[in-house]
């Protein structure tokens, strides 16, 4: 069974930062390209950022280009979302996914002072 | 980019009825639509890939029909467990695409 479990969420001021972490268990991590996507309380839902398999390839939202770093670990089946000079409007639960198929449950960054 | 409009943003049924969601492209997408449903806190599902395969596990009386911009979800006759958001996703092109959503609510 395909299992996403994200962790790293909480409670960071404006300017912080934060790491995601997506562990990936239940198919071959190091096959699929992941994404993160993420949805603000109350709104819709907003792709983040795309990482292919082997790393070579790395797309970013413009919301999010030049503060939030894409990354992955084949070895450790995990993926993860280092998140630099957050903002209150990155406020959100964020989803790691495989490519588009399968969704973890979320973690909750709430940037707040 | 390519921008998906999705129509209506909320819609009121009854248990047993057909409801029809459309989802509109900027420009053409082939056939890279998923169709996702989400209930309150839980994270998306995916109900239809390659924008009318039905995923599996997923009941017959959803199905999803289009090509190129245009692109529609069906639910035949809608059940009690239906009432939720339901969002379509363009993977033709990143950066990914995300209709707006529709809530469909019980009348």
């Known amino acids: 069974e395909v299992q996403l479990v994200e962790s790293g969420g909480g409670l960071v001021q404006p300017g912080g930062s934060l790491r995601l972490s997506c562990a990936a268990s239940g198919f071959t991590f190091s096959s699929y390209s992941m994404n993160w996507v993420r949805q603000a309380p109350g709104k819709g839902l907003e792709w983040v950022s795309y990482i292919s398999s082997s790393s070579s390839t790395i797309y970013y939202a413009d919301s999010v280009k030049g503060r939030f770093t894409i990354s992955r670990d084949n070895a450790k089946n995990s993926l993860y979302l280092q998140m630099n000079s957050l903002r209150a409007e990155d406020t959100a639960v964020y989803y790691c996914a495989r490519n588009s198929s399968y969704w973890g449950q979320g973690t909750l960054v709430t940037v707040s002072s | 980019d390519i921008q998906m409009t999705q129509s209506p943003s909320s819609l009121s049924a009854s248990v047993g009825d057909r409801v029809t969601i459309t989802c509109r492209a900027s420009q053409g997408i082939r056939n890279d639509l998923g169709w996702y449903q989400q209930k309150p806190g839980k994270a998306p599902k995916r109900l239809i890939y390659?924008?009318?395969s039905l995923q599996s596990g997923v009941p017959s009386r959803f199905s999803g029909s289009g090509s190129g911009t245009e692109f529609t979800l069906t639910i035949s006759s809608l059940q009690p467990e239906d009432f939720a958001t339901y969002y379509c996703l363009q993977h033709n092109s990143y950066p990914l695409g995300f209709g707006g959503g529709t809530k469909v609510e019980i009348k």
């Open positions: 390659a924008a009318s």
